[in-house]
């Protein structure tokens, strides 16, 4: 069965440094596709980044890179420059299977609340 | 981007009634939404996958009976937590994901459910 793991549930970070939010994961799927969204205070779910299992570079979108390990079975979201409306929680997410179909379910870690400290 | 809508956004009722909860894809259609529900401090927990025009999928645990999902139209499921108690007091989101996208789904911005 496959299992999202975030370790920490709280982390803090000085306002303009970088920070790195683990997340490990464990399929038997070759197929798959790793997530990270942003749920502030409001409790809606932005997208950040996207990382298929095939994909042979690390994700980036502006300021957050994906760093993804396959062999340890890693997808650590890195956010450089943290700003202080980057405070929330940060859930990382897989899709087993699909490849370019996304009507698959998401299993979500339990997440990790950021603060950015001014 | 995509976008889905829910309504209500808050919801208080008495228990022992029922609740209906709409989510819409805005400006794409949708032959699957999932349904989530989130405890205060914790993750999303996938209740039941909607499929237009067929019956949903209910993940493990989850009573199909009393929470009815509806996918009529392809750019509409709803949710009903029907006899509603206190124990289902909970934020109630939905997703729906965008064919061909890598982007996987869009969310809803949540309904905020309090049941007295």
């Known amino acids: 069965a496959q299992k999202i793991t975030q370790t920490q549930p709280g982390m803090f970070v000085q306002e303009k440094e970088a920070v790195t939010l683990d997340c490990t994961y464990d399929?038997?799927?070759?197929?798959?596709?790793l997530f990270w969204y942003k749920q502030p205070s409001s409790g809606e779910m932005i997208f950040l980044i996207y990382q298929g299992s095939y994909d042979e570079q690390n994700a980036t979108e502006g300021r957050y890179s994906l760093n993804f390990q396959k062999a340890r079975k890693s997808a650590n979201l890195v956010i450089s420059a943290s700003q202080l409306g980057d405070s929330a929680m940060y859930f990382c997410?897989?899709?087993?299977?699909?490849?370019?179909?996304?009507?698959?379910?998401?299993?979500f870690g339990s997440g990790t609340r950021l603060l950015v400290r001014p | 981007g995509a976008v889905v809508s829910q309504h209500p956004s808050w919801v208080i009722c008495k228990s022992g009634t029922s609740v209906k909860i709409e989510c819409r894809s805005l400006d794409f259609q949708a032959t699957t939404m999932f349904w989530y529900r989130q405890f205060p401090k914790q993750s999303l927990m996938l209740m039941a996958t909607?499929?237009?025009?067929?019956?949903?999928?209910?993940e493990q645990g989850v009573e199909k009976d009393k929470f009815l999902i509806n996918h009529a139209s392809l750019t509409l499921s709803t949710l009903t937590v029907t006899s509603a108690h206190p124990e289902d007091s909970s934020f109630y989101i939905c997703s729906a994901p965008l064919a061909g996208g890598r982007e996987t789904q869009y969310f809803g911005p949540g309904t905020r459910l309090l049941v007295l």
């Open positions: 399929t038997s799927d070759q197929s798959y596709g």
């Open positions: 997410a897989m899709r087993e299977g699909g490849g370019m179909d996304s009507s698959y379910k998401l299993i």
């Open positions: 909607s499929n237009e025009g067929s019956k949903a999928t209910y």
